[in-house]
């Protein structure tokens, strides 16, 4: 396979959204390069499709997804030395008012804003959390004492992951909502100052503070944040020039803290706690059902870009049940099912060029990557779609039947086996979904196979 040229793909990509002086602001996920232009109607979005390297362009709440795969960061570092901002700027103005003049519906804007806020801060948890699944195996296999220092210091690389998490909110969700991000940041290390070091009775000007742990919340931050980037701006219009500089974060701070304190962070963790339960209760009612649905639809989620709305909920479970039953071990089998039926998908061509798609897709997927095999194969073709749709459904139904889970956050896959390992030194989880995986990918197979063969015959 020929080396993938980033500098020419970041050529293309720029031509066809205008020209560097149309495009506001750059980032990326795992596997998207995410661009917010001046004017969406220089994007010729049919050009874009047909770029060498560009698996898909999503469109959503006027942000433009280049799908490109585990190799989007190579294509970032290209993409930004043609001095583009990075989105999330402290100085990004521009882009913040593009982006409010722009058309969307509410719910492409909350998703936008989701995976915007989370999809930065999943490498951290992969760093964090396959530590962890280290520890495990070094524990079980290799008899490394609890005490060693060792142990010590790789306990602090998973311990720091969810502990810090709403300063990586903070920061994240800062820079989406186009404010100062290391305000962002700064307000999620003050929620964890205000945890760790707490008073018996705390208040404010003679108002009480809830007692609350925020050490892993989620939402106490991200409602935070989302009133502290009305404050920003407000005050940064309102001010002085002369005084915006020292003014400016001080009286940001001053307004913002308190409140979340107060109102905010109350609020945000009765709303994380309630959606947490809930979603427990769900499973722990119907766990087949629940992971089977989430088996079965992950390839959609994936298609429309709403994968990313996961993220919460999954955030969530980690911290409070300390493992995902539910999301990334129903998108197990999901994702690697999307790769039995790319090879299936395969093995019916007769054109080359096909046949490579379907199996270079196919050994993406079974590695936890299915952005190629989603748009490249499953939804071009329909039956693929089927046989991966029935595999990772029936895979999800077997997970949660025998209460499977994934311990930490990792692409679910085959590459991730590590994230399947007990912490108590128990090799049944990871068996299991070994098996689901397996069973997942041979059905997924078995069945894409069939419907194309009957398919062909027809034809």
Known sequence: ?????????????IAVVGGVGNILSASHCMTRLRLNLRDDAKLNAEEAKKIPGVINLIQQNGEQQFVIGQDVA?????????????????????????????????VEAILSYVGGTFSPIIPVFIAGGLTGAVISLLQTFA??????GTVFVLTAIQQAMLYFLPVYIGFSSASRLKSNPYLGAFLGAIL????????????????????????????????????MSVVYRFLQKVLPVVF???????????????VTLIVLGPIGYWVGTALANGVLAIYRAFPAL??????????????????????????LLLAEVGSDPLICTGMAPANVAVGGACLAYALLQKDADKKGVGISSG??????????????????????????MVGGGVGGFLAGLFGLTQFVVANPGFISFAAYFNPDGTMGNFW?????????????FVVTYFLGKKQTAKN
């Open 1 to 13: 396979m020929a080396k993938k040229d980033y500098k020419k793909l970041s050529d293309d990509i």
């Open 74 to 106: 190579s294509l970032y570092e290209e993409i930004i030395k043609n001095d583009i901002k990075a989105a999330g700027s402290i100085d990004d103005a521009d882009a913040f008012k593009a982006d409010t003049q722009k058309k969307g519906n509410v």
């Open 143 to 148: 008899h490394l004492s609890a005490e060693s």
């Open 192 to 227: 964890l100052y205000v945890t760790a070091n707490r008073p018996e009775v705390l208040n404010f000007l003679g108002i009480p503070v809830a007692s609350i742990g925020y050490n892993g919340q989620i939402f106490p931050v991200v409602l935070g944040t989302l009133f």
């Open 244 to 258: 915006r500089t020292v003014l400016l974060p001080v009286l940001t701070m001053l307004i913002v803290v308190p």
């Open 290 to 315: 629940a992971v089977a649905i989430i088996g079965a639809t992950t390839v959609w989620l994936v298609f429309f870009g709403m994968n990313n709305a996961t993220y919460p909920v999954l955030f």
């Open 363 to 388: 050994i993406t997927a079974l590695s936890g990557i299915t952005e190629p095999g989603v748009y490249g194969v499953l939804f071009p073709n329909r039956y693929p779609l089927i046989g991966a």
């Open 432 to 444: 299991g979904m070994m098996g689901v995986m397996v069973l997942a990918v041979a059905i997924a």
